[in-house]
């Protein structure tokens, strides 16, 4: 099994900033990509950016350009830097570690809330 605890969600006014952490213990894979995922009430969960354990990343087209994702694989932490925060950001934010063949294990954090004011 593998644990993730969240950090860094909260309110902040549209513009404004936040630095979500994710920190992953426990039965952890050499190889894993770890990620970011949030859902708005009423949507579906959706990707917002994702790492490898290399330092590729991809992210959603709404936070290209606003956000950045970042690894310390010493740590087994994965960050999120939001910038130019928007009010369509609210949402339930959840940290993503995949790992083993063809990464078929997937583990989530709890979630972290992060509510943008406009």
């Known amino acids: 099994q593998v644990q993730l605890v969240e950090s860094g969600g909260g309110l902040v006014q549209a513009g404004g900033s936040l630095r979500l952490s994710c920190s992953a213990s426990?039965?952890?894979?050499?190889?894993?990509?770890m990620g970011w995922y949030r859902q708005a009430p009423g949507n579906q969960r959706e990707l917002v950016a994702r790492i490898t354990h290399y330092g590729s990343a991809d992210y959603a087209d709404s936070v290209k350009g606003r956000f950045t994702i970042s690894r310390d694989n010493a740590k087994n932490t994965v960050y999120l830097q939001m910038n130019s925060l928007k009010p369509e950001d609210t949402a339930v934010y959840y940290c993503?570690?995949?790992?083993?063949?063809?990464?078929?294990?997937?583990?989530w954090g709890q979630g972290t809330q992060v509510t943008v004011s406009s």
């Open positions: 993503s570690y995949r790992g083993g063949v063809r990464e078929s294990y997937i583990y």
């Open positions: 426990g039965n952890l894979f050499s190889i894993a990509t």
